[in-house]
Structure formats: structure tokens, C-alpha cells
């Protein structure tokens, strides 16, 4: 299976403190994914960084990737209590016909 | 972005009943897909629908359990058959417009329990 590995599987944090996340996956990919899901419900998209890219913000997310290693991490600055949910990477083949999801870090923001 | 409901949002089904689930976007989607997430898992894939032909199952899943339609550009079912506890899962469709041919758009997902 392709499916990534993300670290930490949970995490805790008060508000106003960051959370990175990492994600690593096996093999060679077009983009790579982080999306946000709510209490099991469906998910978001947060933002997407390509192949070729080494760094990608976008408001309070940083996303980096690292080809070489075959990893990625999502770096939340500032954390908020709505920030709480699960986080998800996930790589596809150039199209989102193939996505395959990472196994997620549950975040939890609390005041 | 359009919109996606999807229906049931949850169900609760007795062990070798089958259940529909629904998926309507309000507007023309190149392709729709559906995904499986069990209890406290990643997403996998089921299938993609493919308009007006049988859907393409990813390895592992089968059309005799889980049957999938998709009459038009903006509408798919699917069927979790025969149903045991085992699939107990959040079901989710995914759409992909051509306008953001690598962005996912998902439903609110429906999570089924089997008793």
C-alpha cells in the first residue's frame, strides 16, 4: 500500500501555541495534500504543494516537503480552539483521481 | 466550489440488509469517487463512478458488495450490500471539477453502524 504515515497520531496544544505535523509517503508523487476533517465528518482542503516545491504558505499554514526524505509537514501557527480536528496528508498522481490519504494526526486546541 | 449532500448523514442497519447512499452535487463534476473510512482510519478508496458505465473498484472492494451508479454529471449511489458489523464505516463521495483538476471536494459523509 501507498498510504503515508503522519506523526504525531494526536496531539495537544493551547491555544496560541503552533503544531506541526508530519507526514512521510513511499513513493514518488505529483503533489501532496493536507486536508482537515471535523469530528468525522467530510473533509476540507487545506492546501496543495507540487513536486517541485519546497515551501507553500497559505494565511496561518506552512507546508513544507522534502522529495529526498519522502515527507511533508503542516505547521499551524498561532493554534485556535477551532483549529481542533484531524489532519490528514495525501499524495496523488497528478489528478485527484488517485488520492491516497495518510493516516492523520487528531489535533486538539484547548483555551 | 459547488455544493455536495450526501444522504443519510448516519444510519443504523441490522446485519444483511443493504443500505443506498446518495450523493448530489448541484452542478457538473468531471468525476465522483467514493471513499470508506473506518473507525478511527485513514480514507481508502472504493471506486470512481464513471458516468453511464460500470465503476472501477479499487483492490479489495467489489461490485456485488458495494454496487455503484452514476446516471449523470451530477448525481452516484452507492450500495453497501449484505451489510455485517464490519462495515460500520464513514462512507464519503468525493468530486473533482475540471476547473481544479487536483483538489477534492468531499460530502459530509454518511456513518453507518450495522447491529
Known amino acids: 500500500s501507498q498510504q503515508g504515515e503522519e506523526d504525531p497520531q494526536a496531539l495537544s496544544i493551547q491555544e496560541g501555541e503552533n503544531a506541526t505535523m508530519n507526514c512521510s509517503y513511499k513513493?514518488?508523487?505529483?503533489?501532496l495534500q493536507w486536508y482537515r476533517q471535523n469530528s468525522g465528518r467530510g473533509l476540507v482542503h487545506l492546501i496543495l504543494i507540487r513536486s517541485n516545491e519546497r515551501e507553500k504558505h497559505s494565511g496561518r499554514l506552512r507546508v513544507t516537503l522534502d522529495t529526498s526524505k519522502k515527507s511533508s509537514s503542516l505547521l499551524i501557527t498561532a493554534s485556535r480552539a477551532a483549529d481542533t480536528a484531524s489532519y490528514f496528508c495525501?499524495?496523488?498522481?497528478?489528478?485527484?483521481?488517485?488520492?491516497?490519504f495518510g493516516t492523520g494526526t487528531r489535533l486538539q486546541v484547548t483555551l | 466550489s459547488a455544493v455536495i449532500s450526501q444522504k443519510p448523514s448516519r444510519d443504523i442497519c441490522q446485519r444483511g440488509t443493504s443500505l443506498t447512499i446518495q450523493c448530489q452535487v448541484d452542478s457538473q463534476v468531471t468525476m465522483m469517487f467514493w471513499y470508506r473510512q473506518q473507525p478511527g482510519q485513514s480514507l481508502t478508496l472504493i471506486a470512481t463512478?464513471?458516468?453511464?458505465?460500470?465503476?472501477?473498484?479499487e483492490s479489495g472492494f467489489v461490485i456485488d458488495k458495494f454496487p455503484i451508479s452514476r446516471p449523470n454529471l451530477t448525481f452516484s449511489t452507492l450500495t453497501v450490500s449484505n451489510m455485517s458489523p464490519e462495515d460500520s464505516s464513514i462512507y464519503l463521495c468525493s468530486v473533482q471539477w475540471a476547473g481544479a483538476p487536483t483538489e477534492a471536494f468531499f460530502g459530509q459523509g454518511t456513518r453507518l453502524t450495522v447491529v
Open positions: 513513493t514518488s508523487i505529483n503533489n
Open positions: 463512478a464513471n458516468q453511464g458505465s460500470e465503476a472501477t473498484y
Open positions: 495525501a499524495t496523488d498522481d497528478g489528478t485527484a483521481s488517485k488520492l491516497t
